[in-house]
Structures are given as C-alpha cells and as structure tokens.
C-alpha cells in the first residue's frame, strides 16, 4: 500500500505559479513511480508528469513542457509539480498517483487531489 497527500492547490492568476506536494509514504520512495494527472470539470483525467523511482528518467505532457517541472525530494518522500504561467485551462482537480517504476500505463494508488483555480 502507498499512502499519497497532496497539498497546495489554490487560487491564482492567469500567469502565476503555484507548487504542489504529495508526500508518500508506505513503501520505498525509489520503487515507485509518481506522477501527477488532472481532471477539470466535465472532462476526463489526462496526464500531466511523471517522475521515476531510482532515475532521472521524467515525462511530461505536451501542454505541461516548458511550463511545469516534476522533481523529488527523496529525503522528504515527497513529489513536486511546478507549475509557472498557468491559464484559465489549467484549472482542475490534481491528482497524485503511484505506481510501478516498469509500467508507466499502470497506478495503483492515488491521492485524494487538491484543486487549481485559475482566473483570468
């Protein structure tokens, strides 16, 4: 079992940044994938980055390159998403997700999801 809580969502401006955490807990930090998915409002969930448990190895979705960045903090078993220049479309609920570091279709686990308001 893999234990994720996700903080800092917000409201924020069109433009700004915002950060947010998901800390795990439950297993190793280095066997597990994490990742980040959002869901807005009448839309499905759609991937947004994933970081690699042991490796550098990080991908992200086309909307989210040059925009958001993942990273880890091992020592704190905590997942980061960076988000800068957000837009109104950024808007959603945000999702933390575990799973293994050798199937990148599959999560096992998932947070409960902070949400991210953007106005304009």
């Known amino acids: 079992q893999v234990q994720l809580v996700e903080s800092g969502g917000g409201l924020v401006q069109s433009g700004g940044s915002l950060r947010l955490s998901c800390a795990a807990s439950g297993r190793s930090f280095n066997d597990i994938a994490l990742a980040w998915f959002r869901q807005a409002p009448g839309k499905d969930r759609e991937f947004v980055a994933r970081s690699s448990g042991g490796s550098s190895f990080k991908a992200y979705a086309s909307f989210a390159k040059g925009r958001f960045t993942i990273s880890r903090d091992n020592a704190k078993n905590t997942v980061y998403l960076q988000m800068n220049s957000l837009e109104p479309e950024d808007t959603a609920v945000y999702y933390c997700?575990?799973?293994?570091?050798?199937?990148?279709?599959?999560?096992?686990?998932w947070g409960q999801g902070t949400q991210v308001t953007v106005s304009s």
């Open positions: 997700a575990a799973g293994s570091n050798s199937n990148p279709a599959r999560y096992d686990f």
